[in-house]
């Protein structure tokens, strides 16, 4: 069984559990202000595994459905014999720093909850897409578009929506779980960043 369908398990197990069981949900919640104050530490991993709704979950299980094993293979053939272990770091290492910008904003607020695997899914999805950036992605399954270019749309439209704070989303956390995830490619496997460029450098006409 691969580990990101473990993941998947945990994690929609953990999720319906809670639908139905508020005491969980609350427990397991990133609530900055209880880290703070009761240094609920284990705050910064268990949010992950909870989901506000059915769609929450469904949407970030399918995401990382799509893109977990080949970016845990892109790991493995720039680091044979480390792939597997690459890609724990990464999602683990995308749920931990996706939410320490929000901790920061947060911790003096009582009020604030979150909840999602949305800062670790997007860790992965930006290492896919930089290992591999013009690989068609499509939309609604019919609108093909490369990899980067919903990279960049998806980058921009959290940044600003972060700025806006019209929603309860937390798109800090898509932004800072995205930077995360590109980051750490070129930490672990830095001879993927020249591949980067030599993949973009295709693009030229010259």
């Not at 949900?25 to 595994?49: G, M, N």
């Not at 798109?171 to 001879?191: C, L, M, N, R, T």
């Amino acid at each position: 069984m691969s580990i990101t369908l473990i993941i998947i398990i945990l994690t929609v197990a953990v999720s319906l559990s809670s639908f139905n069981n508020a005491q969980l949900f609350y427990r397991l919640d990133f609530a900055p202000y209880q880290v703070e104050k009761e240094k609920e530490w284990f705050r910064f991993l268990t949010h992950a595994f909870v989901h506000a709704d059915t769609m929450h979950l469904l949407f970030n299980m399918l995401v990382l459905f799509f893109f977990g094993d080949i970016t845990q293979r892109y790991f493995e053939a720039y680091a044979p014999g480390k792939g597997a272990f690459y890609f724990i770091i990464l999602y683990l290492g995308g749920i931990l720093f996706a939410v320490l910008p929000t901790f920061k904003k947060q911790k003096g607020n009582p009020n604030y909850h979150s909840v999602g695997a949305s800062g670790a899914v997007s860790a992965v999805f930006m290492a896919s897409v930089f290992f591999s950036p013009f690989t068609s992605i499509y939309l609604y399954g019919i609108i093909p578009l490369p990899g980067i270019v919903w990279a960049i749309i998806y980058l921009v439209y959290s940044h600003r929506q972060s700025k806006q704070g019209r929603d309860n989303i937390n798109h800090d956390a898509h932004f800072w779980g995205s930077i995360f995830g590109v980051g750490f490619a070129i930490i672990a496997v830095p001879k993927s960043l020249p591949n980067f460029f030599a993949q973009l450098l295709e693009l030229l006409p010259f």
